[in-house]
């Protein structure tokens, strides 16, 4: 679907979330949602904090799982993904903080693939994930899965690929300073949520959304796996639709 602007996409992705939240208030069940880092979602987030301020949506029945995070990195560095959440949703709303789930970057490289088993049993004893909001990386990932993943792949440590962590460089104040490994949702995590919607603006994106969305599916490309799901949405603006 193609929006006139971001904006727009924006709000419409943000309407959908609001409505599972409401749909899930009434039969006083959870919503479970997957959440996505990056400038992308930033304004689902803006209109998802307007809804609570100005409607009263409320998200004490919302649990949450991002996507990904850094690794190493501490929650409280500038440049976690915990301080990106907190800054843009988390201190705006009212979602009780042990609802919140995102990878963990401080544990003991030994002890990460318990952890992440233990993520992907947290999203299963919820009855899975409701929605995933996704953006993309220019080397097509998906969260962090880089070329070379494969579509089963599970909540695991990955290494960055060198384009990622140039265009993380500017956060960072350098390329030296991006850490080399992420923790990430894998593809086979993703591709159980209920519904996947994968939000891309600007011409920057125009030709990776090609590849997502026309190209051969391929682990070189990782976001094409999604042309194997019927649940997947692809929600852009003019610019970022401009070469399909
Ligand atoms: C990071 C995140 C991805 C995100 C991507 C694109 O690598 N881990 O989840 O999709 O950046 O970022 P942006 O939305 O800033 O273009």
Request: with cysteine; charged share 25%.
């Amino acid at each position: 679907t193609v929006f006139d602007t971001p904006k727009d996409g924006s709000i419409h992705v943000a309407q959908r979330i609001a409505n599972i939240i409401k749909e899930k208030q009434n039969s006083k069940e959870k919503a479970v949602l997957g959440l996505a880092t990056g400038a992308t979602p930033i304004k689902v987030y803006e209109e998802l904090v307007r809804m609570h301020k100005e409607e009263g949506l409320s998200f004490s029945n919302v649990v949450t799982f991002n996507l990904d995070e850094y690794y190493p990195m501490a929650a409280e560095d500038a440049q976690s993904y915990v301080s990106f959440m907190n800054e843009h949703l988390f201190n705006h709303i009212d979602i009780p903080k042990e609802q919140i789930n995102i990878p963990d970057g401080t544990l003991k490289l030994e002890d990460i693939p318990a952890f992440c088993l233990e993520y992907e049993k947290k999203i299963g004893d919820l009855g899975g994930l409701d929605i995933q909001i996704l953006g993309i990386g220019r080397t097509g990932h998906i969260g962090f899965n880089e070329p070379g993943s494969a579509p089963n792949s599970g909540t695991r440590l990955v290494t960055l690929d060198d384009l990622t962590r140039r265009d993380a460089a500017r956060d960072f104040g350098g390329k030296s300073f991006v850490p080399t490994k992420a923790i990430t949702m894998g593809i086979g995590t993703i591709f159980k949520a209920r519904e996947i919607i994968l939000m891309a603006w600007n011409g920057k994106k125009a030709s990776i959304i090609k590849k997502a969305v026309e190209g051969e599916i391929s682990s070189e490309v990782p976001a094409t796996f999604l042309q194997l799901s019927d649940n997947v949405e692809f929600i852009l603006d003019k610019d970022a639709a401009k070469q399909l």
